[in-house]
């Protein structure tokens, strides 16, 4: 478990939890409270993602993603889905996300390394596996 403190980046503490850790993968899921949210949704026609930020405090319902390695650098992709005061939700890819009171995360690492390379069908560089079948 990972719990964030107000305050505290959701991604660049998950970078350091995995330079810390020694973590080369693993699966993230958590809940809390945020503030401050960038959000992305992207777009396979233009390759590109739209973005767009939140700076009203969001309950986080759900929080899941992966730590990966990105050119042997950790690389946590997060997607998340947040609920306001009104009861509505917004969600997407979390590009940043400051903890409002708390954030709990639980990382559950795996055996081997996660990495990431370009593909040929769009400009994101996306997991590959194959090494560890």
Known sequence: ????????????????????????????????????????FYRPGPNEYTRRRFEEPLEACS???????????PYPHVHGTFGRADFSVIGGHVFEALCAVTLE??????????ERREVDFCN?????????R
């Open 1 to 40: 478990m990972v719990v964030l403190e107000p305050g505290d980046e959701l991604i660049r503490s998950l970078i350091r939890f995995a330079r810390q850790q020694d973590v080369d993968a693993a699966a993230i899921y958590g809940i809390g409270s945020v503030r401050d949210v960038e959000l992305g």
């Open 63 to 73: 929080i899941m993603g992966n730590l990966s390695l990105l050119d042997g650098e």
């Open 105 to 114: 995360l639980g990382i559950h690492t795996a055996p081997h390394p996660w």
């Open 124 to 132: 994101l560089r996306l997991m590959q596996l194959e090494a560890h």
